[in-house]
């Protein structure tokens, strides 16, 4: 018997985030774990809860989806993410993900479809709503050809030092007990770190260092 996929969902408007539980809950191989309204509350959950899946909302209160995403993604083993949302930005869908999303769903979604996309997610497949893929597809493809600068380089001598750790395969708490730093501020510092080397997860950061530092 398949493990249930846990899921939790951060949406500010509370009928549609408790519409979604449900059409969710109603499969047997679903289980909503938690409910967010904000970014801090869903990067919160997350963390406590370790679910595989999440689904959040793009235009959230406390900095928006898109900052929730980035603070997901530098904790310890992160989970799938995937936006539920209504905007069709080609901006909005780059940035989640360039920071690590995915997932890229319409609001508009049926309950069917949305089981099936979380199922999809939870293996490690992409989505990206029909309507929005093939444009992303081409403008992702023109702005990898113009990357040539090292984004190492922009990083701080602090920052440096962190990424060398974990690319060592530290966690933020051998990280913080190695520099004398909280492990709250490492999060920060990996946050910063994601963002500034344009990659979805601790991983990839990692992956990125030791090719370039391997000499």
């Known amino acids: 018997m398949m493990q249930e996929i846990r899921v939790v969902i951060a949406d500010d408007h509370p009928l549609y985030r408790e519409g979604v539980a449900r059409s969710l809950s109603d499969d047997s191989g679903i289980a909503v774990v938690g409910q967010g309204y904000d970014a801090d509350s869903a990067v919160e959950i997350v963390e406590r809860i370790r679910p595989d899946v999440v689904l ?7 900095g928006g989806g898109i900052a929730a995403l980035r603070r997901i ?24 993900l360039k920071a690590g999303a995915v997932g890229y769903v319409l609001k508009g979604v049926g309950a069917r479809e949305l089981v099936a996309i979380v199922k999809d997610v ?34 701080s001598k602090r920052e440096e030092e962190i990424l060398r750790l974990v690319a060592a395969g530290k966690s933020n708490k051998e990280v913080g007990r190695e520099l004398d730093l ?26 990125m260092a030791r090719d370039r530092w391997k000499k």
């Open 56 to 62: 959040l909302d793009l235009s959230m209160p406390g």
């Open 73 to 96: 993604m530098a904790q310890d083993a992160p989970p799938k993410v995937a936006m539920l949302t209504v905007s069709e930005e080609d901006d909005d869908v780059m940035q989640a």
């Open 182 to 207: 909280q492990e709250k501020t490492v999060k920060h510092y990996m946050t910063s770190i994601l963002q500034k080397l344009h990659v979805r997860n601790r991983v990839e950061a990692a992956v």
């Open 122 to 155: 939870a293996r490690g497949q992409s989505y990206v709503s029909p309507s929005l893929a093939a444009r992303i597809l081409g403008a992702m493809q023109v702005g990898g050809a113009t990357a040539t600068a090292d984004p190492l380089d922009d990083l």
